[in-house]
């Protein structure tokens, strides 16, 4: 019984032989449908191809890190530039940005974009930031509330132990 000829190679069309028929000249078969020559080939192909995505996943994620940390360090030094407490204006009530806007634009998280840029208009923005840092000195974060003097609570929260490190490092 005699086994049918193998299918010529799907990617280059030369015919083919089993390792088991003797060398004629047809190219030894290899695998999924393909010669040695062009499986090696397909296979060289796709362990580049495997390298360069990986190359890139750890650059993405290199450069993510990367971007958190200077996030990082954008955010403590914003706050460092304001470890010193500044006076309050007596009448900076009268002149806050948000007196039109009213409460409910800071109770949804959703606006807390639109309240930072109210904020960071503030004529007052500074006297706020140091009544509520006043108020909150030494609570812990759940007892503050809303966006003051441009500052989130968890903002306010590391600036009260900023300032208090301060302290601690004077005396
Ligand atoms: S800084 Fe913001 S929260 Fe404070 S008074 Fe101005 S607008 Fe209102
Ligand atoms: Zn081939």
């Not at 500052?151 to 132990?161: C, F, K, N, P, Y």
């Amino acid at each position: 019984m005699t086994t049918p000829p193998l299918p010529p190679c799907t990617n280059c069309g030369q015919p083919m032989r089993r390792r088991s028929e003797p060398n004629d000249g047809r190219r030894l078969y290899q695998a999924r449908g393909m010669c040695a020559s062009c499986y090696e080939v397909r296979r060289r192909r796709a362990s580049r191809t495997l390298r360069r995505t990986q190359a890139t996943d750890a650059e993405r994620e290199q450069r993510r890190a990367a971007g958190k940390a200077a996030a990082v360090e954008a955010r403590r030094q914003r706050l460092l530039a304001l470890a010193t407490p500044a006076p309050i204006e007596p009448d900076w009530r009268e002149r806050a940005a948000c007196l039109e806007a009213g409460p409910y634009a800071f109770a949804d998280p959703d606006h807390t974009d639109a309240v930072k840029a109210m904020c960071s208009s503030c004529p007052v923005a500074r006297s706020c930031l140091e009544a509520a840092m006043q108020e909150e000195h030494r609570q812990p974060m759940a007892y503050r509330a809303y966006m003051r003097g441009g500052l989130t609570t968890a903002e306010r929260t590391s600036l009260d132990r900023i300032r208090r490190h301060r302290k601690d490092d004077a005396a």
